[in-house]
């Protein structure tokens, strides 16, 4: 089998130490990838800190890859050596549900298979990114357009279309108003692309020392949600707000926000439960809770036009793969993600 190298954790609490991984031999339908960047994404801590349970040791994380491409099967049509790709969270999925079967494997009834840490159809245990290169089916490979670097677009893989998703489902654009809850990796993305929609942006944050930056990215207002009172001045202002904080919410203060059919959208994942909200926040002004999870294959690739066409991509901060350790220990530090060239692994 092909073999490449990797940053991998070898058990839970482990260092990062390079080490040579195996890749299945190409099928007629794969693409095999020379990567050349891949963003860090709070999730790679949690299952490196195996925060869920159940994380598959040794464990490559990463699942916001760009490269190009270095060989296809057979079968493959759509991609040819040279191409600028992505992969994103997923690289598998049972193919034939209604979710799959309508461009949402994100939701596939059998459960999508994970980028890494994830058991394949084939038995195989899944690893990520952060690796010389990976080995994907055709079809859950991104092409990257050309008006995007690779390395800004690697977080769109992830943080990118996680805030896209909503955005186009509960149809951000002018005339609405769009309330953003935090300002990380997520965050930053979904000022921007709610920008770019047309709708009227507010940034909702506990660090005021990026308004600056909310108001670059395209945020018309931005609030210091540590002053109450500001708050109670949006009462049912908002149309849709998206939250992309990973921290337990005072639901009811900010269903309050919502206007009439309002919805509060979690994309954030929280460890601890929300206990309780009081149902009236919810009939009174038929409001509604949702959830969301990254997108699909026909979704993401959208995205990544869409931003291309607005010039949209992550704020990042290049690491070399040296500085990985370093940079799980700052996450909550960085804006607003870190990216690893992938060149700089096994070069020290």
């Excluded at 079968?75 to 790709?85: E, L, S």
């Excluded at 206990?275 to 809770?289: A, D």
């Amino acid at each position: 089998m092909p073999s490449t190298l990797a940053l991998s954790l070898p058990v839970k609490g482990a260092q990062f130490t390079p080490a040579v991984i195996e890749r299945r031999p190409l099928r007629d339908n794969d693409v095999r990838i020379d990567i050349r960047y891949c963003g860090i994404c709070h999730t790679d801590l949690h299952f490196g800190h195996d925060d869920w349970g159940g994380t598959f040791f040794p464990l490559v994380p990463g699942h916001e890859i760009t490269g190009t491409v270095a060989e296809v099967g057979d079968a493959v049509t759509r991609f040819a050596v040279g191409d600028r790709v992505g992969v994103g969270c997923m690289v598998n999925s049972c193919g034939k549900c209604v979710p799959c079967t309508s461009g949402e494997e994100q939701y596939c009834t059998e459960g999508f298979v994970k980028t890494y840490s994830d058991r394949d159809h084939d038995g195989t245990v899944t690893l990520g990114g952060y690796s010389r290169t990976i080995v994907v089916a055709d079809h859950f490979v991104l092409r990257i357009p050309d008006a995007l670097e690779l390395a800004g677009a690697a977080p769109l893989l992830c943080a990118g279309v996680t805030v896209y998703s909503p955005l186009r489902r509960w149809q951000a654009g002018p005339g609405k108003n769009v309330g953003v809850l935090g300002m990380g990796g997520l965050g930053h993305l979904g000022v921007k692309i709610a920008a770019a929609m047309g709708a009227e942006v507010t940034l909702f944050s506990r660090s005021p020392e990026k308004k600056e930056d909310a108001l670059r990215f395209g945020a018309a207002h931005f609030v210091d949600t540590r002053e109450s009172g500001e708050l109670a001045e949006l009462a049912g202002h908002f149309d849709l707000l998206v939250n992309t904080v990973p921290a337990v919410l005072d639901v009811d203060a900010h269903l309050g926000l919502l206007g009439l059919g309002g919805t509060l959208v979690n994309v954030g994942a929280p460890s601890d439960p929300i206990v309780s909200y009081n149902v009236f926040s919810l009939l009174n002004s038929r409001r509604g809770i949702a959830g969301s999870t990254i997108g699909g294959i026909r979704e993401t690739q959208e995205m990544l036009e869409f931003c291309a066409e607005h010039r949209i991509a992550s704020e990042f901060e290049k690491i070399s793969a040296d500085r990985v350790t370093e940079a799980w220990k700052n996450i909550s530090g960085v804006r607003y993600r870190y990216v690893i060239d992938i060149a700089t692994l096994g070069t020290a």
